[in-house]
Structure formats: C-alpha cells, structure tokens
C-alpha cells in the first residue's frame, strides 16, 4: 500500500513535470494544442508503462502567470488485469491543473492552485497477487525500502474538484470493494514530506461497500464532510470529526486507519453517531441484505439514537470488533407468530459483535420501557447467540394485566384471566421455546402482586381481591412436579364451581407445584402445601367451617381409568381445627374440633381427632383403607379405630348409618307375618332397643364396609337407658353387625354382651347374642327385657338381686319379633338371698308342699339354666333353698305359655317325700300333689349348657366377621 501512494504521488510529480516541459517547449516552439499534445503524449507514454491516450492539451501560462494550467481532454489510461471489472484504469473527459511556476523554481514547493476532474471513470484495482492496475511508473532497478518523500520539498493543492466522477477500489487481497457514483467532491491538500492533511467535502449518488463478498452498503447515497490528515510511511488516514450523511440519515464520524505493511495488518478504528434520533424504518433498509433474514416477521418502527464503534486488527486471522448502541424513543415492535405488539418502547439496547468469535455475539438491553395491551413491562437483559437459536435472559418489572397472557396459552388450555399484577419477572429462554410454547423448557421466575384476580377453567372460577403470587418454572424442589411452583398468598380467596359448589378461605398461604401442564399425553403430578386460617366451603345444601387448617398433598392424574377409580391419587396430611360440618343426612351440625390424617391412594391414617355431632363427642384415631377396591365394587372399605368418648348418643349414631350402602329395593318396608310369632315374643334389650325408630324400621347394617372399632365410652345413650364405662370391640362388616366382650354398667347392672347381628332384609334379621348381666335386680331385668318372662315366667315369683346369662341365636322380623321357627338358645339365672313373692300360685304350692306357714319367703339360693329352641322352653333340673326346705324344680313350656313343671321336695322338716306337678296356662294352671321325681337330698349337676352356648355365639361372630358366615335360617 505504501509503494501505491508513492506511486499516485510520482504521478502528481510527472503532471507537474509535464508541465514544465511544455513550458520550456514554449520557449522553442509554437504554442498551439496541435504542437503540445504529440509531445505531451509522447512524454506520457515514456514515463507510463500503461496504456495513455490523450486527445487534446492545452497549456496556458502568459495569461495566468506567474501560473500555468494544462488542460488535458479526452485522458484515457488503460491497464489490463486478469479479474479486473474493467481495463480502463481512468477516462477523464476533462483533466485540468493549475501550478505555481515561480513557488517551484524559488522555493522547490509544487503549489497547485487548482485540479479538477470531469466526466471521469476512475478504476482501481488490486489482484489477488497483490498487483495493482494503478502501478504505472517504470519499476526500479532495486527495490525502494526507504522512507516516502516528497521530491520537492513542499506540496499544497488548494483545491481538487471531482465533478462527475465514478469511482471503484476493489482490492481482492483485503475482500473490499467500494464503489462510488456520480461523485461530486471538492479537498485540499497540504503536505510536507510524508505527513499531509487537509479538507474534504464529498458528495455520490449511492455508494456499495462490499467485505469478503457480503453487501453492507448497498447503492446508497452518501455525503461527508470532514478535516483528514494522512501520514504516507504509516499509510495512517485520519478523519477526527467527519459529518456523513449515508441515506439521508446524519451521523458524526470518526475514523483512523493504519495499514501496517509489515505485519500485514489493517489496523482500524471507526466510530460513528447519529445526530439526534432517527426514524428506524431507514435505518432498517440500510441492513445488508445478508442479514436481513434475521428480520424476518419483525415489524419496527419509531425513533432511535445510533452510536457504534468498529476497531481492531483485519488480517488473515483477525478481524475487528463491532458495537453499536440503539436508544430507542416511542416506538413499536412486533413479531410474526407473537400475539403481542410493544409499543411506546424506549430503551437502550448494546449490539456486541466479535468477527473473530460468532458464539460471543450479544446484546444487552438497558432501561426497557414498553406497553402491551392494557399492560406496563420495564426491565433489562441479554440476548445471545444470535447467529443460532436465539437465548434470552431478561428482568423485568411492570404492571401486567392478566387477561392479556391469554394469548401465551395453548388453544387447549382453556384458561381465562383478569386482574392487575405488578412486581418483577425474570426469564431465561430460546426463541423457539417461546415460539412452539415449550414453557417445560422455560425458566422464570416472578413475583407479583395481584388486585382483582379472577381465574376460570372450565366450570371451576377463583377469585381475590388482593393476593401476593411467586411462582418459578421450572420447579427447583421436585422432580416429580418440576415444571412450576407457585405460591399463594391472600387475605381470601373464593372458588365456585357450577352452581351448587363454593368455597372461601382466609388468610392462605398455599404453594402448589405441578408437572408438565402443556403436553395433555402425560399424566399430571400437582403438589399442595399450605395453611388456610378459615375455610368456608359448601356444596348444594352442604356445608364445611374450619379454622386453621394445614394441608400437604400430592395429586397423581390417572390416564387409563378402570372402573369408578380416583381419575387422581392423592397422597399428604391434613391437619385442621375447629371445623364445623353441616350435612343432609345430619339433622345436627358436625363439629370438629381438631383432625389430624395422613392420606394415600388407598389409605387414610387418623392420627388424631376431636368431633361432636348431637349429644356425642369422641375422639377417633385409626386407619381406613381399601378405597379403590371399594369405589370399583370389589372389595370392602376397611377401617381399624380407636373409638373414645366421654358421651355417645348410640341411638343417633346409628340412625346416621342406618341403611348405607343398601339398594332402594332392599330398604322396601315388608308386611310383618304376625301369625308366625302368635305369642308377640320380642327380645329387645337396650342393646337393640336403639337399633329401630318408628319412622326409619329395624337398623339396617351399612353394607359394603369392614369396621372394627375399639371402643371406650364414659357415657353412653342407649334406648331409654344410660350405659357408662362402656368398654369392648364393636365390629361392622357389610351388612353385619358384631360386638365382642362389650362391657358396660347399666342402671341395673354390670353387663357383658357378645353379640352378631344382620340385616339382610328389613324383615328378615338375623341375632346371635351372648348377653350376661350381673348384680340385676330381677325386677328391673323384667322391665329392660320385658318379654324375659316370656322364656323364664318364674322370674316374676322371684325379687332380689341376681345374675343373668343368655345366649341365643334367632331371626327377627322388622318390629324385632322372634321367627320361633329359628330360636336357638340358653339362659341361666341365679342369685343369693332372693324374695320369693307372696301369690295364689305360691301360697297353694307352698300349701301342697307344707311348708312352714312362719317361713319368710326368702330364697337362700337359686341357680337354674333353661333351653329354648323353636316354641319349647326346658328347665334343666335346679334347686331353691329356703330357710330349711329344699325344692328341685324341673320342666318345660312353651311359648304359648303351657306349662308342665315338676316341684319335688328333696329336705325339709317333713319326715317324707312330697312333690307337685304344675300344668295348663296363666289362665287355667292346676296344681298337683304327685310323686316326687327327685329323691331327698338329691343335688342337681350343673350342666353350664349356657357355656358351651356362649362359645358356640363367640365363634359365630369370629366366623362371620372373618368369613362372611351367619347362622342358619
């Protein structure tokens, strides 16, 4: 590059040489052109080696002097070079300069007053080999390694004109090509030695500037003015404070340029500023069309200010480094395939690109500024990779309006929202995620608060006046819900779904984190945890009120459903207090003082629980299980229990329960067969006496469950009765009822009840009972069982505190009656110190049996055991000891009250044996002296049939609530 400006300069010496020989021709010879220009021609073609033609040259000097000017017309040079555009190096239609003659002979300074080029064609071209078609001065026999000089020691040119001037440099080693039309310029120049400065104004129709085959300026008009230094060893171009108008946009320029021959480096420093801001619209014309699709789909418009920089070294290995800075002022920005446009954007954006390194390439964004819709987003960022998948990082803050996130949502999702945010969002993401919604792949973090928040999905609507929202995708604590968090905070928060279902919660505090939302072929994991201060929740005429309530779950979404399943499988805890329940089929309100459970798919594990419902309180601690198996109708809903209570209301509860799980037709009221049970035979213990209402029938079992209850009562309602310590296992399995070694003290007594009871039909139940009471007073046993006597009509003769056992098994119709068809049972009674009746009955037996008119009728003991099966009532042989008499008594009667007893005298003060036989009913009884059947002194063996009975009713329940068996019909 060095030797080319040495080069331009011995041409600027030979014009000037030129002109002085045609000055000295002057002297010898005519001045005529037609004189001038053979020899003219003819000194050019010596000092040239290329092609030079010039048709016409004028020289004047008298009329200018102590100037000359030469005028050369039709100035055409030739230089052909493989590759080159053309072989014309310059055609000029007219090349004038002016020269100082008298600054040259007494100063040795070449002083150009003027030089001018019009009409030209200027062609400059460098070859791949480093070869330039402007090398036209003979070479030299050695090469010149010294430093450029002037051969005379003061060049000034007051002025250089270019009217019309086409201009082309392409330099193939440097992959540059520039090319200037219609220029129009004017400089001067002022130099000494190698340094040169001076003044340029230019001005070209369009200008194309071209680097290693890429168009960055494509035929644009251009305009520069500016001051230019020039240093010709450093080959250092200077332009310290240009004004360039490219496109007719102004900007203020600065340049410095140093080709360093020796290393073979371009070394550059170029900056540049826009006057003010810009319309962007021309400034996006002027992007080279080799960029231009990364514009694709993008719509800018508005105002920006532009500052860039490009600096460093160009060379085979290096290129330099471009910045540029956008400030943008109201203006609007939208993208194909984004349902949003920005505008009223402002912000500063940094454009950093490394030629050396693609993957460095940036930009940083400053001070964003925009609106959307009804929405406000402020914030920064970076984006890189811009050759590639674009990636973004950015901050934002700003008001958002929700309703306008809609249109970032899947067409599936069909969600709708409304409300005010505002607070600071920060994302991480590549263009295509956006653009193909891949929010799994998306990081953001957010932070808002929310006035006026409504959400709907479906039927289902959320509603808050005021809420703090954070959410986080994707969800850093979970694999299984990793695609977002979200966490909830506000004074209330309101759901309704449909009609019939709303809810309120106070003061919640609830983060929820969820799975992958956008793609509907996976199954979706959404996780729950939180605190609600108070929940309002209701369902048609239902109703829940708790106060604090604390929640942990996980949800599991079922695809493949099978059956009734749960389309979700939760998992968690829940932990609530002072919880108020109104329900339906519960004429009182359920209270709920405190629970606390663990759920699974299949389990529910009460830890802990307080609740009250009527006059009952109790605390409940336990498992329910088998909940598919139950929902999918293969298989019982189990619970396990720990039941404690200081009161329990029996009778209400099992109203509550009565008849769950059955059929309509099963629940059907049947006709009472009264002919089957003529006597009205009831067993109605206080154990059963709650079991029926007038209005709902016998207790029908809950069917389809598998209870067991360990049950410990202080107090407990039963019938008419009050039962306390009530201690045992009470057991509900699908239609039957078992309770086993039930301890409990009545008014009456201290008792003990095993007992099976089914429900098939409401006419058609099934008991199995092992009923012992101890310490009873007779009297009282009657009125609790009032039909007791029916079995043991004795017992009316007796008073007194005694014992009672009775194991039995039977069906009942609806009223509790016995179907005696099915009676299968034991009794036994027996007590000390009992009173024996005053009676008609009495008085003619005790006549018959002579007892001592003075005797008291006090029992000293009595232990006696019956049989009943079917209609028939036996009596095992038993004795009764009074005072000094001693009976055993014997027999059997039925239902129908017939009776056939025998008494037999076996020790009294009579010196010999007497007995009596008593028969017929209540109404017609004969009383008989007949042979005693039992020889004196004769001790009845105990059979304990009861016993064995008892054991028998045991295994019964243990079989029926293991195997599902029931005694026989």
């Not at 003061?154 to 082309?168: D, G, H, P, S």
């Not at 206080?686 to 202080?714: C, W």
């Amino acid at each position: 590059m060095k030797t080319t400006f040495r080069i331009i300069a011995w041409v600027l010496s030979s014009l000037i040489i030129v002109a002085m020989i045609a000055i000295a021709v002057l002297v010898w010879w005519v001045f005529t052109p037609e004189k001038i220009t053979p020899v003219v021609q003819k000194e050019l073609n010596k000092m040239l080696t290329c092609e030079t033609q010039v048709d016409r040259v004028e020289l004047t000097f008298f009329s200018t002097f102590p100037d000359f000017a030469l005028h050369l017309h039709g100035l055409t040079m030739v230089q052909p070079m493989e590759g080159a555009p053309s072989d014309t190096l310059l055609r000029s239609g007219s090349t004038c300069a002016t020269v100082d003659v008298m600054e040259f002979l007494q100063h040795d300074a070449v002083v150009v007053r003027e030089l001018l080029l019009e009409d030209a064609m200027l062609m400059l071209f460098v070859d791949a080999s480093g070869q330039a078609n402007y090398s036209v001065m003979p070479p030299s026999e050695e090469e010149d390694t010294s430093a450029f000089a002037l051969p005379f020691a003061r060049l000034e040119i007051e002025k250089i004109e270019f009217n019309k001037v086409q201009i082309a440099y392409h330099d193939m080693p440097m992959k540059l090509a520039v090319d200037l039309n219609e220029v129009n310029a004017r400089m001067t120049l002022q130099g000494k030695n190698d340094l040169f400065s001076g003044r340029l104004n230019l001005q070209t129709t369009s200008m194309d500037l071209s680097y290693d085959s890429i168009c960055y300026v494509a035929s644009e008009p251009a305009r520069i003015s500016t001051d230019y230094t020039f240093d010709f060893n450093r080959f250092l171009i200077g332009l310290p404070d240009a004004d360039l108008v490219l496109n007719g946009l102004p900007f203020d320029l600065s340049v410095m340029v140093e080709n360093n021959t020796k290393a073979g480096d371009l070394l550059m420093d170029i900056t540049f500023a826009s006057l003010g801001s810009l319309q962007v619209q021309p400034v996006l014309d002027m992007i080279p069309s080799y960029f231009q699709h990364y514009m694709e789909g993008i719509s800018l418009d508005g105002k920006a200010a532009l500052k860039g920089k490009l600096k460093g070294v160009v060379n085979e290995n290096s290129l330099p480094h471009f910045s540029l800075n956008i400030d943008l002022d109201n203006s609007s920005f939208a993208y194909e395939g984004l349902p949003y446009t920005l505008r009223e954007m402002s912000g500063v954006a940094d454009i950093v690109l490394d030629m050396n390194d693609e993957n460095s390439w940036h930009i940083l964004v400053e001070d964003f500024d925009a609106r959307t819709f009804d929405s406000h987003i402020m914030g920064y960022g970076k984006v890189d990779d811009l050759m590639g998948d674009m990636r973004f990082d950015l901050k934002t803050k700003g008001m958002l309006n929700l309703a306008d996130a809609t249109p970032m949502l899947p067409d599936s999702m069909q969600l709708d929202l409304k409300g005010i945010a505002r607070g600071n969002m920060n994302l991480q993401f590549r263009l295509s995620q956006l653009m193909n919604f891949e929010f799994d792949k998306i990081k953001t973090y957010g932070k808002f608060h929310v006035n006026d928040f409504r959400a709907s999905y479906d039927t289902l609507v959320a509603t808050a006046g005021s809420a703090d929202l954070t959410f986080r995708l994707p969800n850093p604590s979970s694999a299984k819900t990793g695609f977002a968090e979200l966490l909830l905070q506000a004074d209330r928060l309101d759901l309704q779904q449909g009609e019939l279902t709303s809810a309120s919660m106070l003061d919640v505090d609830l983060k929820v984190t969820t799975s992958n939302l956008m793609d509907s072929s996976l199954a979706m994991v959404v996780g729950m945890e939180g605190t609600v201060n108070e929940l309002i929740a209701v369902y048609n005429d239902e109703r829940i009120q708790t106060g604090a309530l604390k929640l942990y779950a996980e949800l599991d979404e079922v695809k493949k459903l099978t059956g009734n399943s749960m389309s979700w499988l939760p998992r968690g805890s829940v932990q609530l207090a002072n919880g108020r329940l109104r329900l339906t089929s519960v004429p009182d309100e359920l209270r709920i003082p405190v629970i606390a459970f663990d759920f699974t798919p299949d389990e529910l594990v009460i830890k802990d629980s307080r609740l009250n419902v009527g006059f009952s309180d109790f605390q409940l601690k336990g498992s329910l299980s088998n909940l598919d198996a139950y929902l999918n109708d293969t298989g019982l809903l189990k619970g396990r229990f720990d039941f404690v209570s200081s009161t329990t209301d029996v009778n209400y509860l099992m109203n509550l329960f009565n008849g769950l799980g059955y059929e309509e037709e099963e629940l059907a009221v049947e006709p009472v067969d009264v002919s089957e049970n003529p006597s009205g035979l009831q067993l109605q213990p206080d154990a059963l006496a709650g079991m029926s209402s007038p209005m709902s029938g016998p207790f029908m079992v809950p069917k389809g469950v598998d209870f067991e209850l360990n049950v410990r009562v202080d107090e407990a309602f039963v019938s008419t009765d009050v039962l306390s310590d009530v201690r045992g296992s009470i057991a509900v399995k699908d239609g039957l009822l078992g309770l086993e070694s039930v301890l409990f003290t009545a008014s009456a007594a201290r008792m003990q009840l095993n007992a099976l009871y089914h429900s098939p039909r409401r006419n058609h139940l099934f008991l199995g009972l092992d009923f012992h009471l101890t310490h009873i007073e007779i009297e009282e046993l009657l009125m609790m069982i009032p039909d007791i006597d029916t079995i043991m009509p004795m017992l009316r003769s007796f008073g007194g505190r005694g014992e009672f056992h009775f194991a039995a098994e039977t069906y009942l119709d609806s009223t509790y009656r016995f179907k005696p068809s099915t009676i299968r049972g034991v009794a036994s009674v027996s007590g000390e110190e009992l009173v024996l009746m005053d009676g008609e009955t009495f008085s003619e037996i005790a006549k018959i049996l002579m007892f001592n008119k003075k005797t008291v009728n006090k029992v000293d003991s009595l232990a006696a055991e019956f049989t009943l099966f079917k209609t028939e009532v036996d009596i095992y042989p038993f004795q009764i000891v009074m005072d000094k008499y001693k009976a055993v008594i014997s027999g059997k009667h039925n239902l129908d009250m017939n009776f056939n007893y025998h008494i037999s005298l076996t020790d009294s003060p009579v010196p010999f044996a007497v007995g009596v036989d008593v028969s017929g009913n209540l109404d017609d009884l004969k009383i008989r002296l007949a042979k005693p059947r039992y020889a004196r002194l004769y001790r009845p063996a105990q059979r304990r049939e009861i016993d064995r009975k008892q054991l028998e009713i045991k295994q019964m329940i243990r079989n029926a609530l293991t195997q599902g068996l029931v005694g026989s019909d």
